[in-house]
Every structure is written in structure tokens, then in C-alpha cells.
């Protein structure tokens, strides 16, 4: 079994996944009297139909035990789905590039410094939350509409991922 490398999250290497929401190294421009420092369009939120609404929801998500055997991903065909930490604790990220199924080989982990959320591009496959702490809360921001918006595909014995954090 394939343990995963744990790699930082930086925009560059999550880039073929989505978006990497954070304000370190990135462009604003000041609003409210010059009082605010506005970071402009960090992500965009994608909906496949036009009756697709976009929505705020927060996930209040508990650890699994590590390490973690990565049995399934699962991807949102009909739109993205983004992940801001609010209690500003690091969390994993387990991803794997659009395609009819996730390839094992290409499966990728990160590790966000609590200060990073992600926006997953439509029909990415990724592992759903991995908070590191007991228990943590993150603003999701997601489409609602008509339709199936996700899919799970699971591995067989064989092709299954070894998450370890402290490997």
C-alpha cells in the first residue's frame, strides 16, 4: 500500500485541484476609508445551471484516527466546493485530478497551516474534511440546485492510499 507524501499546500502545486483561499502573497486593494484591506476574488465559485444557487454552510467535522486508509473519494460534477478553517487549525487535503475515476498514482495530499482554505474546481475528486484536531468548524461554500452533485467512487483492496501524518 502507498503511503501519500504530505506536502505543504502552496497555490502553485494545488493549482491543477482549485484554488488555495488565503491572503499571505496575495493582491488587495483598500476599501472603507482606507480602514480595510480587501483580498478580491480569491477563488470563484463554480455552478453548472443556471438555476444553481450559490450557499454558505459551516461543517463542523471530527478526526479520524490516523493513519488513515483512503478507501473512496468523491467529486461535485455540478459544481465547486470550498473549505475555510474558522478556528485557524492546519487540516489535510487528499485530492485527485477530474476524470471518470480517480487514479491511485495521481491522489495527492497537502497539509493547510489554518490559515488556508481550498476551493476544489468542479469534478475534483478529494477525500471529504480531514481535520487534524478532535473537532473543527470550516465555512464551506458550495452550490444547491436540482441534480446529483456527488459522486463516490470506491477503491479495491489493492488500489486503496495510506494517509500517516507523523510517517
Not at 493513519?67 to 473549505?83: D, K, N, T, V, Y
Not at 456527488?150 to 501524518?165: G, I, K, N, R, S
Request: hydrophobic share 40%; net charge negative.
Amino acid at each position: 500500500m502507498r503511503t501519500l507524501k504530505i506536502e505543504p499546500l502552496t497555490k502553485e502545486a494545488f493549482a491543477p485541484f482549485g484554488d488555495v483561499i488565503e491572503t499571505d502573497g496575495s493582491e488587495y486593494f483598500m476599501i472603507n476609508n482606507g480602514s480595510t484591506r480587501r483580498y478580491h476574488k480569491l477563488a470563484t465559485v463554480e455552478t453548472a445551471q443556471p438555476d444553481d444557487k450559490a450557499i454558505i454552510s459551516i461543517f463542523s467535522a471530527e478526526s479520524l484516527e490516523m493513519p488513515l486508509r483512503i478507501r473512496m473519494l468523491e467529486r461535485h460534477p455540478q459544481g465547486s466546493q470550498a473549505f475555510i478553517p474558522l478556528l485557524g487549525n492546519p487540516f489535510l487535503v487528499v485530492v485527485a485530478p477530474v476524470g471518470d475515476v480517480p487514479v491511485p498514482g495521481l491522489v495527492r495530499a497537502f497539509i493547510s497551516n489554518g490559515r488556508q482554505g481550498v476551493n476544489y474546481h468542479r469534478g475534483v475528486w478529494h477525500h471529504p474534511v480531514l481535520t487534524i484536531e478532535k473537532r473543527d468548524d470550516f465555512l464551506v461554500v458550495d452550490r444547491s440546485g436540482s441534480g446529483n452533485n456527488c459522486d463516490e467512487h470506491y477503491f479495491t483492496e489493492d488500489e486503496q492510499l495510506l494517509l500517516a501524518p507523523n510517517h
